[in-house]
């Protein structure tokens, strides 16, 4: 039995609440394989380590399959997979602004202790991360514009941080044995899809222009009623 979740948005409180249910599926059901359909990036956040800490703590095999991107906090969700397979043409590493200003020197050093963490507990004896990547990680012909410090998928497996190339998730179904066998597709569920909801900017925008509105009518026109306050409240 293998488990599949897909992981294609920043991470939030409900996505920990996502990875951590299909986690406890998957093992209640004694599934094989655990595999992430991955495609994101995640700001460096506490949520980032508390999926790096499920992920790690199960006993379930997994695997994340990299189909895009794999950037920031998302990195660090790959990495603490046991099978990193990935696209030819997946962007793979720390992204935009890491070794910049937008991060303090002790996160900067935070950070890079986890990754080396991630890295031993997972047996993947690399010299370096990437959260302390250089032009000379790089083939000649290949140095990236480093103002984004992130690698090819070919320069993954070269660094021993990716395990395989695969050019689509029902290939690496294939090659696992899998494609015949029972395949389960976990989703996020009616609360965490709510709660996603409501926490995008544009609803969040919304929500706060019909509280403003509804005080405005209170003040204005409807001086002694409560529920213009109730609403914008």
Not at 21 to 44: C, K, P, V, W
Not at 66 to 85: E, M, N, P, Q, R
Not at 203 to 217: C, E, P
Request: net charge negative; aromatic share 10%.
């Amino acid at each position: 039995t293998t488990y599949i979740i897909d992981v294609n948005e920043n991470f939030t409180k409900t996505m920990v609440s996502y990875v951590k249910r299909s986690l406890q599926h998957a093992e209640a059901d004694g599934a094989d394989y655990f595999l992430i359909n991955l495609n994101t990036y995640a700001n460096y956040d506490r949520f980032d380590k508390e999926i790096s800490d499920l992920l790690l703590a199960t006993d379930l095999h997994t695997v994340c399959y990299v189909d895009g991107k794999a950037l920031d906090g998302a990195a660090l969700l790959t990495l603490s997979c046991d099978t990193i397979i990935m696209s030819p043409g997946a962007d793979f590493g720390s992204g935009y602004m890491y070794e910049t200003e937008a991060l303090s020197d002790n996160e900067n050093l935070y950070w890079q202790q986890v990754y080396r963490d991630v890295l031993a507990e997972k047996g993947r004896k690399v010299n370096r991360t990437p959260a302390t990547l250089s032009p000379d990680d790089y083939p000649g012909d290949q140095i990236p514009d480093m103002s984004r410090l992130s690698i090819s998928a070919s320069t993954a497996l070269k660094m021993g941080l990716a395990d395989y190339e695969a050019t689509s998730l029902p290939v690496v179904l294939e090659d696992y044995g899998l494609a015949n066998g029972v395949i389960i597709q976990e989703d996020k569920n009616f609360w965490e899809r709510g709660v996603d909801i409501m926490a995008s900017p544009v609803v969040s925008t919304i929500l706060l222009l019909v509280g403003l509105i509804a005080l405005l009518v209170e003040l204005v026109i409807l001086e002694h009623s409560f529920l213009p306050v109730f609403v914008g409240i």
